[in-house]
């Protein structure tokens, strides 16, 4: 895949999926900028594409902050002279019953995963109706699609990113934008480790792992996010669910 003279801005970019998405595009020609809250992280990333020849910008960003997450966009833009691919990756997963939860743990994830997810959309899209042209793409989950026991807040956030992918791919559309949900299965990243009781989610995870065998890794979701915004103009790869191939739901 040939990304030369594309400027793709990722969120979530210090590790996981943003990262590998980062270093993907970067290799392919891409110009990136990254977001995320860790600066040191974030400097760590940008510097190592740089050392292989690429171009990075990072840009230290709490997204779920409306101010920062639309400087953010700005930034990628002015900095990077356009921007063509808008990645809306960044996101939490917090773990738990609906009853006795911590509800602030609720207002972090609907701060970030949508939230902080409108924030930089609303602010990429004039810049990319100006150009005539670009992508915005929403990293949302299986858990979009289908609902769990212990995730009902998450699948929540998720559920509403996968809806608004298709509304605004159908408002965008004669704009010369076009518009991707990702939907991964069960990808090897820091989500578990965000949560609260901690040990008990590592657990189940690791019972999940040996049912299913071989799970995804952050570089098979990046392979998918490039795939769909290297596509001819005149296509939209609308959705992506991509899972390991021993996932059963």
């Known amino acids: 895949m040939d990304l030369s003279g594309r400027t793709i801005a990722i969120t979530g970019a210090t590790s996981g ?3 590998a998405t980062a270093v993907m595009a970067a290799r392919a020609g891409a110009a990136v900028a990254l ?3 860790r600066a040191d992280r974030l400097e760590e990333v940008a510097a190592r594409i740089e050392e292989e020849g690429g171009r990075a910008l990072a840009v230290p960003t709490d997204i779920a902050v409306d101010d ?7 930034q990628a833009y002015e900095h990077l002279g356009r921007l063509d691919v808008l990645v809306n990756n960044a996101g939490v997963m917090l773990l738990g019953p609906v009853m006795g939860a911590d509800t602030s ?3 972090r994830m609907i701060e970030v995963n949508c939230l902080g997810l409108l924030w930089c959309t609303h602010a990429a899209l004039p810049v990319m109706a100006e150009q005539g042209t670009g992508h915005i793409v929403n990293v949302s989950s299986v858990a979009g699609r289908r609902a769990t026991l212990g995730a009902a807040v998450y699948n929540l956030t998720k559920f509403g ?3 608004f992918s298709e509304a ?3 408002e965008a559309l004669f704009s010369g934008i076009r518009v991707t949900a990702i939907e991964p299965g069960f990808v090897e990243t820091e ?11 590592m ?3 690791d019972k999940m792992k040996e049912k299913i065998g071989q799970i995804l890794t952050a570089d098979d979701i990046a392979s998918s996010i490039l795939y769909a915004v290297s596509q001819p103009d005149h296509v939209n790869v609308s959705e992506v669910l991509i899972v390991p191939r021993g996932q059963p739901g």
């Open 161 to 163: 990113v996968t809806a």
């Open 35 to 37: 977001a995320g809250r």
């Open 17 to 19: 999926i943003g990262e």
């Open 168 to 170: 605004l791919r159908q």
């Open 191 to 201: 989500l578990q480790g965000h949560n609260a009781h901690k040990d008990v989610v």
């Open 68 to 74: 920062e997450a639309r400087a953010f966009v700005q």
């Open 105 to 107: 743990e609720w207002r």
């Open 203 to 205: 657990q189940a995870t």
